[in-house]
């Protein structure tokens, strides 16, 4: 981290643009670990931890590889690559849903390291309530994009400004259908003209090859690149939200 970033205090929860978010994962990246903490009730280990570097401390969510309980569907220590996979597309989008996030050695091991967010929001089940319907609408295309296959209410994250954050992108991209969520209020709606024009330039970049795709394919398969972009296509074709199409279309519990 260069000296002016050091002294800088970055603030990703109040100033959502490419600068900050380019100074926030260079300050995830380098700051010095000074305590962490395990979060109860999880099916993998996750981790609260400080960090520290120049006149900041900041707390953020470690997710450790070594941590991850085996999944009969998903390969074994990829969920962090995951999580950090979500947060590049986001960001590729310009809708800065996911919090700067980077992939970092931590106290047990390298990991997904993600911007703690401060919710404003303080009762789970009034989330969705009061949230933008625009901003749901993306966070539902995004998840399509994603084939997102564990979108919980809990997932919501209302932080200052009002903004709206989503988290937990461990089950993300598997190639075969698996889009679990509770948000299934659009399902079968068109697709803004605004959100379409993202996923256009999206598919664009990724065509093109380029750091993305590049950035990419280090974190997943092929195969997952290739059918996001699939799925990618066939929303910018049928220009609709899709609607659920099996029994477990919303995860559980959905909180």
């Known amino acids: 981290m260069n000296k002016e970033t050091a002294s800088a205090f970055i603030n990703p929860e109040e100033s959502f643009d490419e600068t900050t978010t380019s100074q926030a994962c260079r300050f ?15 099916s993998n280990d996750v981790f609260v931890v400080e960090l520290e570097g120049g006149e900041q401390t900041i707390l953020s969510i470690y997710k450790p590889r070594k941590g991850e309980a085996p999944l009969w569907d998903f390969p074994d ?93 461990g089950l993300t991209f598997h190639e075969q259908p698996k889009l679990r969520t509770v948000l299934w209020d659009f399902a079968g709606q ?27 394919r280090n974190l997943l398969h092929e195969g997952e690149v290739e059918a996001m972009e699939r799925r990618l296509r066939a929303i910018l074709a049928n220009r609709v939200f899709t609607r659920p199409q099996t029994h477990r279309s919303v995860p559980w519990p959905p909180f």
């Not at 995830?28 to 999880?42: E, F, I, K, M």
């Not at 700067?100 to 993600?114: A, C, E, L, M, N």
């Not at 993202?198 to 970049?205: P, V």
């Open 190 to 216: 068109a697709v803004p003209e605004s959100i379409l024009a993202d996923l256009a330039a999206l598919a664009e970049r990724l065509a093109a090859g380029g750091k993305l795709r590049n950035g990419l």
């Open 77 to 169: 220590g990829s969920l962090y690559k995951r999580e950090y996979a979500a947060f590049l597309v986001s960001r590729a989008l310009g809708w800065y849903l996911v919090p700067p996030t980077v992939i970092r050695k931590g106290p047990y091991g390298v990991g997904s390291f993600q911007w703690f967010i401060h919710p404003v929001n303080e009762r789970i089940a009034d989330t969705l309530a009061g949230i933008d319907e625009s901003d749901l609408q993306r966070v539902a295309a995004f998840d399509q994009v994603l084939n997102n296959a564990d979108r919980k209410l809990g997932h919501f994250l209302r932080g200052s400004g009002d903004h709206l954050w989503v988290v937990d992108h």
């Open 28 to 42: 995830l990246a380098s700051a010095r670990v000074t305590d962490h903490g395990l979060l109860p009730r999880g």
